[in-house]
C-alpha cells in the first residue's frame, strides 16, 4: 500500500464549478501538509502549506487537512482555464528530507 | 532567469550510456534534491544533500549516483543508462528544517533507448 493515495484523475469541470481533490494517507507520523501544481512541461510550485488539522484558505483556494481520517482536501472555487494543471498532494515528517508526493490529479477546466 | 536551472532539458541516449544531469541554483538554499516523475507514480526522491559534505539516498538510488559540487550545485548521474530510468527528473531546493516547500527546476526529459 501507498503510504498516499491520489486519484490520478484526469478531472473534468466547466468554468466556475467548485473543485474538490483528494488525498488519502497511512502514516499518522506526517505532520505537514501541502499541494503543489504543476503546469505542463514545468516543475511543480508550492500552492498551499499546512500544519495542523483544521482549513486554511488562500484566495479562491482551500486546504483542508482532517488528521483523524488521514484525509486532506483541497477545493478551488470559481474555477477558471488557468488553474488547468495536474495537481499533487504532499506530506512530511519534522525534517523536510521525506516528503511523500501523491501520483497527481490532472485537472482540466472547460471554457 | 530561473532560481533552479537544470541542464539538459532534453536528452536522448541508448543503453549503457554515461549520463549527467546537471542543476544549478541562485536561491542561496543548503538543500537539494533530485526526484524524478513517471506518470501514475508521482515523484520519487532519488537523492538529497543537505550540504556540500552531505549526501544522503532517497527512496530509488540504485543505478543513480550524485556529486554536490558547491552549494549552488547539484549533478545526477546515470552510470550505465537502462530504458527503464527513461523519466521526467526534477532537481529542487528547499531552505532548511520544518518546512515543506520545495523549489523545482523545470526538468531534465530523458529517454532511454
Known amino acids: 500500500q501507498k503510504e498516499v493515495e491520489q486519484d490520478p484523475g484526469p478531472l473534468s469541470v466547466p468554468e466556475g464549478a467548485i473543485v474538490s481533490l483528494n488525498c488519502t494517507y497511512s502514516n499518522s507520523a506526517f505532520q505537514y501538509f501541502m499541494w503543489y501544481r504543476q503546469y505542463s512541461r514545468k516543475g511543480p510550485e508550492l500552492l498551499m502549506y499546512?500544519?495542523?488539522?483544521g482549513n486554511k484558505e488562500d484566495g479562491r483556494f482551500t486546504a483542508q487537512v482532517d488528521k483523524s481520517s488521514k484525509y486532506i482536501s483541497l477545493f478551488i472555487r470559481d474555477s477558471q482555464p488557468s488553474d488547468s494543471a495536474t495537481y499533487l498532494c504532499?506530506?512530511?515528517?519534522?525534517?523536510?528530507?521525506?516528503?511523500?508526493f501523491g501520483s497527481g490529479t490532472r485537472l482540466s477546466i472547460r471554457p | 532567469d530561473a532560481d533552479v536551472t537544470q541542464t539538459p532539458r532534453n536528452r536522448i541516449t541508448k543503453t549503457g550510456k554515461r549520463i549527467m544531469l546537471e542543476c544549478s541554483q541562485t536561491k542561496g538554499h543548503d538543500r537539494m534534491y533530485w526526484y524524478r516523475q513517471d506518470p501514475g507514480l508521482g515523484l520519487q526522491l532519488i537523492y538529497y544533500?543537505?550540504?556540500?559534505?552531505?549526501?544522503n539516498k532517497g527512496e530509488i538510488s540504485d543505478g543513480y549516483s550524485v556529486s554536490r559540487q558547491a552549494q549552488a550545485k547539484f549533478s545526477l548521474s546515470l552510470e550505465s543508462a537502462i530504458p527503464n530510468q527513461t523519466a521526467l527528473y526534477f532537481c529542487a531546493t528547499s531552505v532548511g528544517a520544518n518546512t515543506g516547500e520545495l523549489f523545482f527546476g523545470e526538468g531534465s526529459r530523458l529517454t532511454v533507448l
Open positions: 499546512t500544519y495542523s488539522s
Open positions: 544533500s543537505f550540504d556540500v559534505k552531505d549526501i
Open positions: 504532499a506530506m512530511g515528517y519534522s525534517s523536510a528530507s521525506k516528503i511523500i
